[in-house]
């Protein structure tokens, strides 16, 4: 039977349906399935396209099949059943109307079973129009119903939100309004010729346009949130298609002309379409030229918008201001993308986000949400595992994948930014880019993201380079401020002999202005610094100089502290840095202190020998005043006489003791054996260690010492501090004496330790425990330790107190003559 032109031109509408829906339900599929809206969009255009395949195969059948008609009607019956159920999706609305999604679907289910019985179809009927066709029953006009009512009720739901919708939402409803409204409204015209409506389907190449609508959307708006990878694949898909069906019409044509008295055969359609194909992929070159077309056509401003930010590039790396170049980055990336305002935000030293820039008009109560967002740990970890600028609602979707307990959800919805682009530096985030809708309402494209990313990279490797610009302008003046501050003469000579830094203090120390000596040689400064400096330089030799006289023209002199260093103190190269400070002030306060302290020690020796002799006095002035009344008394009179000369021989030994005090006569010097000194001491007091059950441990090495000194001033040192032990233990103890060698640069020492458990010395009182006349004890005249500590000083040693767990240890130092070998190791003495 031959074709007619109405009924060519309907099955190519069919084949041109079927391929632009598997088109865009093919790329959806690959790149972005996950997500719950692209997965209805998928099943929506996967319907259309097997809908319309198997009607195409039906009318290309020689003998028509009514099973492929049953099946592409089960498959029509779900159409408009998803197509709701992408409506609710896409208006976030499939919570609320879940009840009416399940019951349309139930419906749908109904119908499919009757799908394959007379109640939907009745039998196949032919006329000139639409050629072959089914005659409907009774469930076929009830899925009429349902389809007319399901396109109109989401037709209206989408109208309704679009008037309460604003920027991308408002651009995918749009897009989506007018697509289904083409598709869907050029699909009724395939319901005239079954009803018997005259009319020719001329409708179902509409359908088509709501492929082509969608995909413009998604390469121009990316109404799917897809990536360039899409965009360049629907450019290709859309390109051979085009080209496609161009040929296809073609060879259409020149087959028909062909046979004009013969139906249209199958094979030589498929034989053109198969030729075809091959032609325009092999036809490579063709086919890039063509992409390359449709990219300007559909991308332009796009194109021009990445041309901006390229030339902007440029410029970023010479920009060192970071103000300057974060206002010049948000300027540049709003004139090229035509945002209405955008917001910078840096990382400070607080780990915190700070507003640095802002251009545009906009909402300021809107910074709550950025505000928000960037003090959200889940924000940046969400960024760092992405690595890729976000659009809003990107990142709403992933936010709710993947922190759907952590985030706000009426805070992020009253947000107003449509972008946010990461600033990334290795592997931290070192700022924050938020854009505004665009002032055409249009979305961010693909091309621009791509644009945007490189560009963002540069200003984040820029910003890096002006805040190590900045830091390093910081640390330069604040070292300049510290050197002209610091109360020491700095002065540094390079390799060359020239002065190159020389601060306030040094022209203060030298009365030299820095103006006459700066790149001057050191034989500018006054003597006797030239000297030292040019001998130092000039040998390559760091010194210092404990104290140096300058004699200033007004007669005043300065006693300095001279110290000199290389750079590279190993080979003697490179500037030589020296340090002068005036210590003038530091021995003047060092010789009043020591006067002071001289005074206030002779203060307190007066004071205390006023209180040692006054307690004698006071018994003899007391005795005197009863003397007249009770002299007659022989008892009273020898306890008189007995009493006085007691008291007067206190008195006197007392002054001999302070006339003495800690004398030692060098004359008295000799050498001897440290270890034997120690021994007699300590036996000595074997009768107190017996009464008192306090056992001695002495140690020492295989080696005995020799020390130069008053052997019988030293005894007294010794006997002092074990007194004093024997007195902190009168329960009884251990006291340990321990006698080794001290290693030190400038002479050999001897240590000597006596360590008792007598519980220690209080810590308010151990620095003033070798004062004179300081004591803590009920009885004594606090001379002990301080004629001790007189006696080790005049032996050129020193002593010190300290305590330890059960007691105190007293550590003398004293220098060696020298050792002599000896067999014994260690000695106990038992009290």
């Known amino acids: 039977m031959y074709k007619t032109t109405y009924q060519t031109i309907y099955h190519l509408g069919l084949l041109a349906v079927a391929l632009s829906s598997f088109s865009v339900a093919l790329i959806v599929y690959i790149k972005a399935w996950e997500d719950n809206l692209k997965s209805t969009f998928l099943l929506v255009n ?4 097997m809908w319309a395949s198997c009607l195409f195969i039906f009318h290309s059948l020689h003998e028509p099949h009514i099973m492929l008609l049953r099946l592409s009607h089960l498959i029509a019956i779900f159409i408009p059943v998803t197509f709701i159920h992408f409506v609710f999706v896409l ?95 050029g699909a009724i015209s395939t319901f005239f010729p079954i009803y018997k409506i005259n009319i020719p389907p001329l409708g179902i190449w509409v359908v088509p346009g709501y492929g082509i609508i969608l995909a413009y959307a998604i390469l121009k708006r990316r109404l799917m949130d897809m990536r360039a990878a899409v965009s360049k694949s629907l450019i290709y898909s859309a390109t051979t298609l085009l080209t496609f069906l161009v040929f296809l019409f073609i060879g259409f044509k020149i087959a ?129 595992k992405e690595r890729k600028i976000l659009t809003r609602e990107e ?19 009253i947000s107003d930014f449509s972008l946010v682009i990461p600033l990334f530096f290795e592997s931290s985030i070192k ?22 990313t490189l560009f963002s990279e540069q200003t984040s490797i820029a910003l890096t380079n002006a805040q190590l610009f900045q830091k390093i302008q910081k640390i330069k003046e604040y070292n300049e401020k510290i050197i002209n501050n610091v109360n020491t003469g700095l002065l540094v000579i390079n390799k060359e002999g020239k002065i190159t830094t020389f601060n306030k203090e040094a022209e203060r120390i030298t009365s030299l202005p820095s103006e006459k000596v700066l790149y001057g040689s050191s034989e500018i400064l006054p003597p006797p610094l030239s000297k030292i400096l040019s001998g130092c330089w000039q040998k390559k030799e760091a010194r210092s100089f404990p104290e140096i006289v300058l004699e200033k023209r007004e007669g005043e002199k ?49 004071t205390q020998l006023a209180h040692e002799i006054k307690n004698p006095l006071s018994s003899i002035k007391t005795f005197t005043e009863l003397l007249p009344e009770r002299f007659q008394e022989k008892e009273f009179r020898e306890e008189f006489f007995s009493l006085v000369s007691k008291e007067v021989e206190r008195v006197d030994n007392l002054i001999n003791k ?36 306090i056992k001695v441990r002495f140690f020492n090495s295989r080696e005995s010492f020799l020390i130069r000194g008053d052997l019988q001033s030293l005894k007294e040192a010794f006997s002092n501090i074990i007194f004093n032990s024997i007195q902190a233990m009168p329960k009884g103890g251990t006291i340990a004496v321990n006698i080794r060698e001290r290693k030190s640069k400038q002479k050999e020492l001897l240590e000597i330790s006596i360590t008792d458990e007598g519980g220690g010395i209080p810590e308010k009182y151990i620095s003033r425990i070798f004062e004179p006349f300081f004591t803590t004890k009920p ?38 003559v020298k050792r002599k070998v000896s067999t014994e190791k260690k000695r106990k003495v038992y009290g």
């Open 91 to 185: 208006l976030d609305e499939l919570s609320e109307r879940k009840k009416q999604l399940v019951l349309f679907y139930l419906l749908a289910l109904l119908l499919g079973l009757l799908s394959f019985t007379k109640f939907s179809i009745t039998g196949i009927t032919y006329n000139k129009i639409m050629g072959y066709h089914l005659i409907p029953g009774s469930a076929y006009r009830i899925f009429s119903g349902m389809f007319f009512f399901l396109m109109t009720y989401g037709y209206l739901l989408m109208i309704k939100a679009l008037k309460k919708s604003k920027g991308f939402k408002k651009n995918q409803i749009r897009y989506f309004l007018l697509g289904s409204f083409l598709g869907f409204g």
């Open 431 to 452: 700022g924050w880019a938020f854009l505004g809708e665009k002032t055409t309402e249009s979305v961010f494209s693909s091309y621009e993201i791509q644009a945007l």
């Open 256 to 384: 028909s002309y062909s046979t004009p008295q013969m139906s249209f055969n199958l094979k030589i359609f498929l034989s053109i379409w198969g030729f075809l194909f091959f032609f325009i992929v092999m036809l490579s070159s063709v086919r890039r030229r063509l992409e390359k077309l449709m990219e300007k056509l559909i991308f332009k401003k796009t194109i021009s918008s990445s041309e901006e930010l390229i030339k902007g590039s440029q410029r970023l790396m010479s920009i060192l201001d970071e103000k300057k170049l974060s206002r010049f980055f948000l300027d540049t990336i709003l004139k090229a993308t035509g945002a209405k305002w955008g917001s910078f935000w840096l990382l400070r030293k607080d780990s915190t986000f700070h507003l640095v820039a802002e251009v545009g008009k906009r909402e300021k109560k809107m910074q709550l949400s950025e505000n928000f967002l960037l003090n959200e740990k889940f924000f940046s970890e969400l960024f760092k």
């Open 46 to 49: 996967t319907a259309t396209g």
């Open 658 to 693: 302070m006339l003495n005090l800690g004398k030692v006569s060098k004359k008295r010097y000799r050498i001897f054996q440290i270890e034997d000194v120690i021994k007699e001491t300590l036996f000595s007091f074997n009768l107190h260690f017996s009464k008192q059950d």
């Open 395 to 413: 990142l709403f979707s992933l936010l709710r994948k993947n922190y759907e307990k952590d985030i706000e959800e009426e805070k992020l919805r």
């Open 558 to 606: 300065l006693i300095l502290n001279l110290k000199t260093s290389f750079i590279n103190e190993e080979e003697g190269k490179g500037d030589l840095i020296v340090l002068i400070t005036d210590i003038t002030e530091v021995k003047n306060l060092e010789e009043r202190i020591r006067q002071t302290e001289n005074l206030a020690s002779i203060g307190s020796m007066v």
């Open 779 to 816: 009885k004594g005249t606090g001379l002990g330790l301080y004629i001790c500590y007189q006696i080790i000083k005049a032996h050129e040693g020193k002593i010190k107190v300290e305590n330890t767990e059960k007691g105190a240890k007293f550590t003398i130092l004293l220098p060696l």
